[in-house]
């Protein structure tokens, strides 16, 4: 022991470290044991096994669910089918809490959810981490925790912030054929907002709301129908209906879900003379790379006569500072042609910029270079740029005509996914921009102007968005 320290200080320090080596659990019940005054040795019991049968036919479960220490009270009143699993319950809960699925969770019966006396049903990584004992919440129903009224089941959500809620079941009834799985009934006073701190009192939460008494009981049955909604029972496009179930339960999934929904039903579609005049700028690169090539210098930039040209036609150049004459400071033309050469729209071959095999029979036909570009936006699965590019796609194409896209719309979404940059931060909104997909529908627009680059796509960009997402 160094000489500086005292016999105090080395039993702190033995302490701390098996404190950092015990449960959540062992933790509680230590400081349970230290509150008795028997003063009893603490003892890990057998957790008890109060599940009963399923039942053999559905149910509808009326449950209060209470917000444990809201002043004034917190809670909601939803109808749930009895053969719902209890991590389909969480998600449920998440929405009529407005919470987003960002923390750990887990339900009890018997007991507090840390109580050593309870029997346990946990989240996927408490199952994993193996540190408490209980069953995964994937594998057991809830009318086998909650049977007869008057049964009560816990569960807490976030366990910094310690949100408790107690559910009670009030009433049970017959299930009819196609009952939905949950309904909202009641219920009152807005919850607390994600990460806040534990607030629970109304005066701490006029801090963090808008308006504490806020409750909405047709919003929030919208919300539980927009989440339980199967984006394929209504043609929705398939990757982005793989990118959306993917999110956890969130206004942010929600808004998305709407979207599919408008997305399937969107018909409207630019005709053949539309398209050739908002694709005039792809179409310049393409005619002139098939006429021959274009040249590039030396340093692979386009020759000051053809950046020009291009700048002329290129919506994007619209009022761009400067002779307009070197690529190399003509930014967006720049950016424009290396977008077009990703998408493998266009090729370098021996210092001249040509069309690809697959693009060379879209050179004079806009139907086909329609098709061509819808079906070269979205990048392979399993990458970032393949789920921004299906997120900003959806915004783009089921954004109101004359209406700017929200511009963190989806670098929210992205973050919901799990996206981070190199260095841990947030996806901010100019990386998004910056996607090839955007860089082309920013330029494919009837006018030249440069509206795009403030949000306010043009019809035709909104268009090739959905018909991009439609043919993915």
Known sequence: MPSNQTPDDELLRQFRQRLSEMSSEEIHGILHGVLDASGRAVRRPERPDLRHPPREEPALFTLRVDLEHASPPIWRRLELRSDLMLEEVHGILQTAFGWFDAHLWRFAAGGHPFDLESQLFLCPFDVE??????????????????????????????????????????????????????????????????????????????????????????????????????????????????????????????????????????????????????????????????????????????????????????????????KNNREIN????LHFREALKHLKILRTFKGQLLPTRRARPAVEDPDALWSLLAQSLIPPPGSFAHDATVLLLAHIGSTPSGTAVEPQATPKALDRLGWRTREGGSVDRWRVRDLPAATVLRNITPEQDRRAVRGDWSDAARALAREALAQA
């Open 330 to 333: 003509a930014f967006p033309l």
């Open 129 to 322: 981490e193996g540190e408490d004992e209980g069953l995964p919440a994937s594998q057991v129903r809830l009318d086998e925790v909650l049977s007869t009224s008057g049964d009560r089941l816990g569960y807490v959500y976030d366990y910094g912030d310690d949100w408790q809620l107690r559910l009670l079941l009030e009433s049970v009834r017959p299930a009819g054929d196609g009952s939905p799985p949950a309904r909202a009934l009641s219920g009152r006073r807005a919850a607390p907002p994600e990460d806040c701190g534990g607030f629970t009192r109304a005066e701490d939460l006029a801090g963090v709301l808008p308006d504490p008494a806020h409750f909405d009981l047709a919003e929030l049955q919208r919300s539980l129908e927009l989440a339980d909604l199967d984006p394929a029972s209504y043609g929705a496009s398939a990757v982005l209906t793989a990118v959306v179930t993917r999110l956890p339960p969130s206004p942010v999934r929600e808004d998305l879900l709407a979207r599919s929904l408008a997305l399937a039903t969107a018909t409207d579609a630019p005709s053949a003379e539309e398209k050739r005049t908002a694709l005039r700028g792809v179409s310049w690169f393409l005619d002139h790379a098939a006429g021959g090539g274009l040249p590039l210098t030396a340093a692979g930039y386009l020759k000051p006569a053809d950046v020009e040209s291009a700048s002329r036609v290129v919506p994007e150049m619209t009022d761009w500072i400067g």
